[in-house]
């Protein structure tokens, strides 16, 4: 049996008032309870110098000064160290399906404390009814770059017996650096600790959506999360809707409109079959016969699974928008070569596909959608970053400025100079 105020039990962890150092009980409803116990859990097994030792039955200010002190500011060894005890209750080895489970209640609490504390920036907490829990989706992504004893990797049922050490969970935080952030978002908002590194604007972009036209998203909170951090750092600020379906209907002509010269932005595609992907454009689009982008632009993946695929130099087929053409392709593509694109949108809207025999030449980037050819009703583009800077509207010389002799000739016919006086003569160049 458990003490009052304790926690007990490693299988069925329950929280009831964790005695918090003094001024930090008022975590409340910010954290989801299993998230607590691991926290307090973490840090009542570590001394003042952050040492391991046996656990005490409250979190002293030293432990609690400790604790996050690695967490927050510690090396990869540091953290794996607390981390270790937030998995383990006896702070030893653990299976790699404890570590999953961790993920998990780390990857749902980042979605419950960012809607408790509203700071979802405009976002949705769940995705569209009917889609994967994006919670396990990331949750797996983030495990899968976890390198288990041996050299294997977290890829499916088979590796979740598998041992891991504090060894193991080390490497895995140096690797996945979602996790460190993700506890820093966890630990900033759920104690609103005032002194903060971590930049939340950066981490959860706004949604900017005009509202009188307000939509449902393809992406929830943590899709916006995960592919935003793959961004440049200068863009990462604020999302703007270029282009939806649902509002601006099934076009190729209103999507080349509405995203031409509009700056780099994502591309976005839900598949009849429900697989969720796209690509970054790092450069404004343009409607032209040639490849165009450079090297910042990738494709990556949503539903059923999360990844992101960046350029493997083999070519410069980055980005590529034409129509009107009858000699060749007209549609918005992203990696490969025509007929054969990482990334096909045809111009006979509705209709694409993802060619990856085994992999996209200029992305690396499996098969994205569920099938080679593929369907598709749903499609956003998201302008990303500051708005481009409109370009000055260059003054032209008419011929009657330049040339006084043609100025002489029509006034010797008879002709008067309808615009004397109506506009500005352009300042010599």
């Known amino acids: 049996m458990g003490c009052p105020g304790c926690i007990c039990g490693s299988d069925n962890r329950q929280v009831s008032s964790p005695p918090w150092p003094s001024g930090f009980g008022h975590v409340g409803d910010a954290l989801p309870s299993e998230m607590v116990t691991r926290l307090f859990e973490g840090m009542r097994r570590v001394d003042g110098s952050g040492k391991a030792k046996g656990p005490s039955e409250r979190v002293s200010q030293e432990q609690f000064t400790a604790s996050m002190s690695h967490l927050l500011k510690g090396t990869a060894e540091e953290k794996s160290l607390v981390i270790l005890n937030m998995i383990s209750a006896s702070g030893g080895p653990v299976k790699a399906r404890d570590v999953h489970k961790f993920t998990e209640d780390l990857v749902g609490s980042v979605v419950h404390v960012l809607n408790y504390r509203r700071q979802l920036r405009g976002w949705s907490q769940k995705p569209p009814p009917g889609s994967p829990s994006r919670v396990q989706v990331l949750a797996a992504q983030l495990c899968s770059e976890m390198r288990l004893q ?29 996790v460190a952030t993700f506890l820093s978002l966890v630990i900033h908002q759920g104690f609103l600790l005032l002194r903060s590194s971590l930049e939340l604007a950066t981490l959860v972009p706004e949604r900017q959506v005009d509202p009188q036209r307000e939509f449902a998203s393809i992406l929830d ?9 793959h961004l440049p750092q200068e863009r990462r600020l604020r999302w703007r809707l ?57 494709l990556f993946s949503i539903s059923p699974s999360m990844a992101v695929y960046t350029c493997t130099g083999y070519n410069d087929h980055y980005m590529y928008l034409n129509q009107g053409q009858q000699t060749i392709p007209n549609g918005l593509g992203m990696g490969g070569q025509h007929g054969y694109f990482g990334l096909w949108i045809d111009v006979d809207f509705g209709k694409g596909h993802s060619k990856a025999k085994p ?71």
């Open 150 to 178: 041996g050299g294997g990797k977290l890829l499916g049922p088979q590796w979740l017996d598998h041992d891991c050490d504090r060894a193991v969970l080390e490497d895995w935080v140096f690797r996945a650096h979602h």
């Open 242 to 298: 270029l282009f939806a379906t649902e509002l601006h209907g099934n076009s190729f002509a209103q999507l080349c409109g509405r995203i031409a010269h509009g700056g780099p932005c994502l591309v976005l595609l839900e598949d009849c079959d429900g697989h969720v992907f796209g690509g970054f454009a790092s450069c404004s689009w343009e409607v032209k016969p040639q490849f165009q982008g450079d090297d910042r632009c990738f």
């Open 359 to 429: 992999t996209c030449t200029t992305y690396g980037s499996p098969q994205l959608s569920a099938q080679e050819d593929f369907q598709f009703q749903k499609m956003e583009v998201w302008a990303v970053g500051d708005a481009p800077k409109a370009e000055p509207v260059r003054k032209t010389r008419s011929i009657l400025d330049i040339d006084p002799e043609a100025r002489a000739l029509l006034e010797a016919s008879g002709r008067g100079r309808h615009s004397e006086g109506l506009r500005e003569v352009p300042d010599e160049q």
């Open 221 to 229: 909170v943590l899709s916006v999360i995960y592919i935003n951090s």
